[in-house]
């Protein structure tokens, strides 16, 4: 009788383990949108062409925590507060030393990002 209780314990733990592997894996598995209009999500009001970041092809370079504090993404490393002239929080914090890191062509000119 115990033997049959601590096998279905054990069968229900290793099944709830299972279903949470897909919640907890890489983002690069396909989590996360696409793009992200970083103008409308910041509601970043200015004259420059909206950013539309693309996260997918971020995605499938880089680990998860390269940008954010868990592999579950939401929260991001970098707190983003000033968002208004050239050096805000984007680009001082956030995309232009990753891109001078990665030695991304052209990382930071106005058109590689606002177009």
């Known amino acids: 009788m115990k033997k049959g ?30 793009t992200i209009d970083l103008k409308a999500k910041h509601s970043i009001k200015g004259r420059k062409k909206a950013v539309v970041f693309p996260h997918r092809k971020h995605q499938k370079k880089l680990k998860c925590t390269a940008c954010h504090k868990d592999n579950q993404g ?6 983003v507060k000033k968002l208004k002239g050239m050096s ?3 680009h001082k914090k956030f995309c232009w030393p990753c891109h001078v890191e990665k030695k991304v062509p052209k990382g930071k000119t106005c058109k590689t990002c606002h177009k």
């Open 5 to 34: 209780i601590l096998f279905i314990i054990t069968a229900f733990m290793a099944i709830s383990f299972a279903l949470l592997i897909p919640q907890i894996g890489p983002a690069s598995s396909g989590n996360g949108p696409e």
């Open 74 to 79: 939401g929260v991001l490393k970098v707190e």
């Open 88 to 90: 805000n929080d984007f």
